[in-house]
């Protein structure tokens, strides 16, 4: 498998993250989700490798407050289709090395993103 980073070339904290973890275009495919919509078969991909469409989902979306999901009961399918209609509902950075995968921005995420790089 292919080392990947889907990512918002427009956000600062995924930004900030790449760079720390030492993520450029030299090693990994660098996907730009804004750019070039994630497909169904990658987000498929990352739902094996983490478990869950919830995991990958972002409720600090803007969208999530103006849709009113906080309010709704959401199934793993409706995740998923959010996560395909609108890209800001990713969860951002998701990184995949290997068979293992890194979402979002959570000190812990990094701190293990960061051991599997050796840094």
Known sequence: MNNIAYTLSSCDT???ILKMAN???SDFIIHDIKAKAISEQELDIMK???GSYEGLF???AQKYKSMDLKN???SENDYRKLIL???TFL???VII???EIFVGNSKKNIENLLAKRNI
Do not use: F
Request: hydrophobic letters at 20%; charged letters at 45%; proline letters at 4%.
């Open 14 to 16: 995924s930004k900030r």
């Open 23 to 25: 993520i450029n275009s």
């Open 48 to 50: 094996k490798i983490l």
């Open 58 to 60: 972002s409720r600090r």
């Open 72 to 74: 709704q009961k959401l």
């Open 85 to 87: 209609q609108e890209y």
């Open 91 to 93: 969860k951002r950075p």
């Open 97 to 99: 090395i290997d068979d």
